[in-house]
């Protein structure tokens, strides 16, 4: 249910990516900026990974914090989409806390914290997570580590546009032209939960 529900997402038409924004087919596209993993990337990749991070095996409440479908594709700076690249995401719940050894703070145990996803033959990939919220110190932001199959790896941060990011230190390394190219924009999405959003980002890796 939870696997054909995401599918469906990633089938939809894509309001983001060259053609969208009007880029000739020949031009390069700029490179997703890469960020820091951070300290909470997991120590044992756990057994519930897939892409709804809203709920978690064997446990029947969803988790805390607004619905979030987010989808896009992943492609070469020559705009080609990469199939099969593995798309790692992971954040902290609700809470503001990471589902890390590291993190001994109270936590929503109706949250997965960490999911992956394998993009389709187009570079599709989607996930439903919650919109991610601040904690001490940084601004709220989703962690991703991507891996095209021919080699090409990603990681990075995005961040939600609206949100306060001034001095944050990790965004602070970035240029503001680099900055801007890790924001996307919430909208509210019908037809699903209440106040359930959605979100477009194409990732750009180095091809």
Not at 5 to 23: D, K, M, R
Not at 35 to 49: L, S
Not at 96 to 106: I, L, M
Request: proline residues 7%; glycine residues 12%.
């Amino acid at each position: 249910m939870r696997r054909s529900l995401l599918a469906g997402l990633a089938l939809l038409p894509l309001a983001v990516g060259t053609a969208a924004s009007g880029q000739s087919p020949t031009a390069r596209l700029a490179p997703t900026p890469t960020q820091t993993e951070g300290p909470f990337y997991p120590r044992t990749i756990p057994a519930d990974r897939d892409g709804d991070l809203t709920r978690v095996a064997g446990r029947s409440e969803a988790a805390q914090g607004k619905p979030l479908y987010l989808r896009g594709v992943v492609k070469s700076t020559g705009g080609a989409p990469l199939p099969e690249t593995v798309v790692e995401l992971w954040q902290c719940d609700a809470l503001g806390r990471y589902h890390h050894a590291g993190d001994a703070t109270p936590q929503d145990e109706n949250f997965q914290g960490y999911g992956r996803v394998m993009a389709d033959g187009e570079g599709r990939y989607s996930f439903k997570t919650i919109r991610p919220v601040a904690y001490s110190g940084r601004p709220p932001h989703l962690h991703f580590k991507l891996a095209a199959s021919g080699g090409s790896a990603l990681t990075t941060q995005l961040y939600v546009r609206g949100d306060a990011t001034e001095g944050d230190g990790v965004l602070a390394t970035l240029s503001r032209d680099a900055r801007a190219r890790l924001v996307m924009t919430l909208t509210p999405l019908a037809g699903r939960e209440a106040d359930a959003l959605t979100a477009e980002f194409d990732f750009i890796l180095r091809v």
